[in-house]
Every structure is written in structure tokens, then in C-alpha cells.
Nanobody, 126 residues
Framework: QVQVVQSGGGLVQAGGSLSLSCAASGRTFRRYAMGWFRQAPGKDRDFVAAITWSGSNTGYADAVKGRFTVSRDNANNTVYLQMNSLKPEDTAVYYC???????????????????WGQGTQVTVSS
């Protein structure tokens, strides 16, 4: 069982930066693939970024590629999402997710993940 707790987010002007963190409990965090998703009002939950258990592979949605960076610190059971050059269309509730998968495959589907954070609001003003 893994508990996932998110922090970060908030309000920023377009062009600014924000960082999200996701802390996961449990001794086996390093065996979990991690992902970030987001859901804007009235829309489906969309894939944002993901990182494999070892951190060797990452993947991004086209909408955030080149602006967002996902990373992880297995020693501290934490995964990060650095968001730069933010746009108003990035406004959404962001979710962190974990899956007990040891693979080089980057997972971009929400049904592939078993544990979810509480969500954190990111608002980008124009």
C-alpha cells in the first residue's frame, strides 16, 4: 500500500513557473512508476508526464513537452513536476499517481496507476 501526498501549486501569471511535489510512503517507492495527470473544469483527466521506477525514462504530453520536467528522488520517496513557461491552458487540478511497475515503459494512461494523490490546484492567469 502506498499513500501519495501532494504539495505545491497555486496561482501564477502566464510565463511563470511552479513546482509540484509528490511524497509517497512505503519502503518500496523505488519500485513504483510515477505519473502526473491534470483535469480542467468540465474536461477529462489528461496525462501530463510520467517517469519510470528507476528514473531512466520519462514521457510527456505534447502540450507540455519542453516546458515541464518530471524527476524523482528515490532516497526521499519524492517525485517532482517542474512547470515552466506556464500558460492559461495549463490551469487544472494536478494529480500524482503511483503504480507498482518495474519496467522501462512510460505509462500514460490513468487506469495503469493504482494510487492517487489528493490533487492540487494550479491556476495560470493571463
Amino acid at each position: 500500500q502506498v499513500q501519495v501526498v501532494q504539495s505545491g501549486g497555486g496561482l501564477v501569471q502566464a510565463g511563470g513557473s511552479l513546482s509540484l511535489s509528490c511524497a509517497a510512503s512505503g519502503r518500496t517507492f523505488r519500485r513504483y512508476a510515477m505519473g502526473w495527470f491534470r483535469q480542467a473544469p468540465g474536461k477529462d483527466r489528461d496525462f501530463v508526464a510520467a517517469i519510470t521506477w528507476s528514473g531512466s525514462n520519462t514521457g510527456y504530453a505534447d502540450a507540455v513537452k519542453g516546458r515541464f520536467t518530471v524527476s524523482r528522488d528515490n532516497a526521499n520517496n519524492t517525485v517532482y513536476l517542474q512547470m515552466n513557461s506556464l500558460k492559461p491552458e495549463d490551469t487544472a487540478v494536478y494529480y500524482c499517481a503511483a503504480a507498482p511497475v518495474i519496467s522501462g515503459l512510460v505509462m500514460s494512461k490513468d487506469y495503469q496507476y493504482d494510487y492517487w494523490g489528493q490533487g492540487t490546484q494550479v491556476t495560470v492567469s493571463s
